[in-house]
């Protein structure tokens, strides 16, 4: 006489980074689940958690899969909401000789960031000679708060 202990099911679960307001669907984050005979368990993974794809930040999300001995596995992952990556629109202008230039002047609008992410490139902005015909370029760089940018020349 022998005896077999069943095996439990296995669960592989996938950490995930979505940007704010993004689709989700916390089964994605399930990479594999099956039971001891290698049958797909993934539709039966069960997920406990609360997360918001509204609010950037970081949620554990705790997955459980269950066989039909009962055997239970659970497992947990990271869902990683970011901010929104930052957009910026900048607008050409024309001065008049000798006028002052305001370099905040030349941005329209922007998303995904705060006026204090917004910067005119020094460099660029050191070179304009407002006493001088001429064309001169201004590159502004706007940065998330995750660290992302967005650069822009005025078009």
């Not at 077999?4 to 689709?23: F, M, S």
């Not at 305001?102 to 960031?113: E, F, I, K, M, Q």
């Not at 050191?126 to 708060?145: H, L, M, Q």
């Amino acid at each position: 006489m022998s005896a077999e202990w069943a095996k439990l099911p296995t669960l592989t679960v996938e950490d995930k980074a979505i940007r704010q307001g993004g689709d989700f669907d916390p089964a994605s984050m399930v990479a594999t689940a099956t039971d001891d005979l290698g049958n797909s368990l993934s539709d039966k993974a069960k997920v406990e958690g609360t997360y918001d794809v509204n609010t950037p930040g970081e949620y554990e999300l705790t997955f459980t899969v269950t066989d039909k001995y009962g055997g239970k596995t659970v497992e947990k992952a990271k869902l990683v909401v970011k901010h929104p990556a930052p957009t910026l629109e900048v607008k050409k202008n024309t001065l008049a000789y000798g006028e002052n230039f305001d370099p905040a002047s030349l941005v329209v609008g922007s998303t995904g960031a705060n006026w204090e992410g917004i910067l005119p490139n020094v460099e660029d902005v050191a070179k304009i000679n407002v006493n001088k015909s001429g064309e001169y370029r201004v590159r502004y760089t706007v940065t998330n708060p995750d660290g992302k940018r967005w650069k822009r020349l005025p078009r």
